[in-house]
């Protein structure tokens, strides 16, 4: 950056767009508002051409009709602000500063609060050193973030929510992933999907991001239902000893006496019930909408 004043001014210049936005962020930590990334344009050769960095609370939310009766209506933080820096890569190589408003439209951020405003929260290295200690170990993200949270002198301090921790290491588990049990399933439902068209799979994760249940069906078991479906068995004794998982087929018999497996019955909802209170799996709901014709 060329230019040490802490706020923006016509012809200040950067050279690259990662020192435009940190200055830019600067600013806005000085006076309490969160910022965010909105306009780029680039040449022919990949350069920022010019780049233009706002308030978060530039814009409006368009209206979702999907999210009309829902529970919980998430709060609307985006009312039109047009705080804004604006940046044009010139001759020279460097950003230059070419449009810039101060004003905004809402009340910043009380200043004790200010370093918990999304663009200024940050898991810190030393704090990712832990985490990924605490990961290798086995420890629940909750225990973590509470001993991050001790260390830190209360959760307010830790510098980032929960959410952005949850975040972090649902990211490091993705990178870290290895082929295993869990990819060699994904791997055969991909590749079942690919071949036959009207094989369904569904994964359900926990809140740590872990597998906590997986529902399939195929295209044959539909056929059979058809056919063979006036009696069926559905058991849930088997359990196996490494994951402790409920494993629930529901089986008929054919015309040779021979076991089939069903995944097609109004019935499995009615005995899904005891299996999990009075909530209803996504992917139940998906079997009723799509596969069962009652």
């Known amino acids: 950056m060329i230019g040490k004043s802490e706020v923006p001014c016509m012809g200040m210049k950067f050279d690259g767009d990662d020192s435009a936005y940190e200055f830019y962020k600067a600013y806005a930590h000085s006076i309490d508002f969160s910022v965010k990334k909105r306009y780029i344009k680039r040449t022919k050769v990949g350069e920022v051409k010019r780049r ?16 009309k009766n829902v529970a919980f209506q998430r709060p609307i933080t985006r009312i039109g602000c047009k705080a804004q820096m604006t940046c044009l890569l010139k001759k020279d190589g460097l950003l230059e500063i070419v449009s810039f408003e101060a004003n905004h439209n809402h009340e910043l951020a009380p200043t004790p609060m ?29 225990a ?24 972090y290491i649902a990211a490091q588990r993705r990178a870290a992933m290895i ?28 809140d740590d991001d872990f597998v906590l249940n997986m529902f399939w069906a195929d295209g044959r078991s539909i056929i059979d239902y058809k056919y063979f479906g006036d009696v069926l068995c559905f058991d849930t004794t088997y359990r196996t000893n490494e994951y402790g998982r409920p494993f629930a087929p529901f089986v008929g018999v054919n ?40």
Not at 52 to 62: I, V
Not at 145 to 163: C, E, P, T, V, Y
Request: hydrophobic share 30%; glycine share 6%; net charge positive.
């Open 255 to 294: 015309h040779l006496k021979q076991t089939i497996i069903f995944e097609r019955h109004y019935f499995m909802t009615k005995q899904y019930h005891p299996l999990s209170g009075c909530l209803k799996h996504f992917w139940v709901q998906w079997l009723e909408n799509n596969l069962i014709p009652y």
């Open 114 to 142: 200010k370093h918990m405003l999304r663009s200024n929260r940050k898991i810190s290295s030393a704090q990712k050193a832990i985490a990924n200690d605490a990961e290798r170990a086995g420890l629940p993200i909750k």
């Open 144 to 167: 973590t973030i509470d001993l991050l949270a001790i260390q830190n002198g209360g959760r307010q301090n830790n510098g980032f929510l929960d959410s952005d921790y949850k975040n």
């Open 52 to 67: 233009t960095f706002c308030c978060s609370k530039e814009g409006k939310k368009g209206f979702d009709k999907r999210r």
């Open 179 to 206: 082929k295993g049990d869990g990819q060699a399933i994904m791997d055969y439902f991909r590749k079942a999907q690919s071949e036959d068209p009207s094989f369904f799979y569904s994964v359900q994760l926990d």
